[in-house]
């Protein structure tokens, strides 16, 4: 069983940046693929960006690519979405997941833990 608690969302500008981060429990983090999933009032979720166990690979949805970069620290359970030049359209809650994999999948049917979310506002 693993336990996801996303934090760092917020209320910023367009242009601005957060630091969105999920805290996992359990000493099998090193052994799940993570991603990052969103959701927008009216909309299905999207996947935004996942990463390899290793961190080796990643991989963005068009949209954010070149303005958020994941990352993970194995050694403190955690894994981080940096979110550079924010949009109004990136406004949603984000979701953090891990897959019972060493690959990562935009598929979110294919992660297995889900964090509680947490709200990003970019205002324009």
């Known amino acids: 069983q693993v336990q996801l608690v996303e934090s760092g969302g917020g209320l910023v500008q367009a242009g601005g940046s957060l630091r969105l981060s999920c805290a996992a429990s359990?000493?099998?983090?090193?052994?799940?693929?993570m991603g990052w999933f969103r959701q927008a009032p009216g909309k299905e979720r999207e996947f935004v960006a996942g990463?390899?166990?290793?961190?080796?690979?990643?991989y963005y949805t068009d949209s954010v690519k070149g303005r958020f970069t994941i990352s993970r620290d194995n050694a403190k359970n955690t894994v981080y979405l940096q979110m550079n030049s924010l949009k109004p359209e990136d406004t949603a809650v984000y979701y953090c997941?891990?897959?019972?994999?060493?690959?990562?999948?935009?598929?979110?049917?294919?992660?297995?833990?889900w964090g509680q979310g947490t709200q990003v506002t970019v205002s324009s």
């Open positions: 990463i390899s166990v290793s961190g080796a690979n990643t």
């Open positions: 359990g000493r099998t983090f090193s052994s799940y693929a």
């Open positions: 997941a891990a897959r019972r994999s060493s690959l990562l999948s935009t598929n979110d049917e294919r992660y297995d833990y």
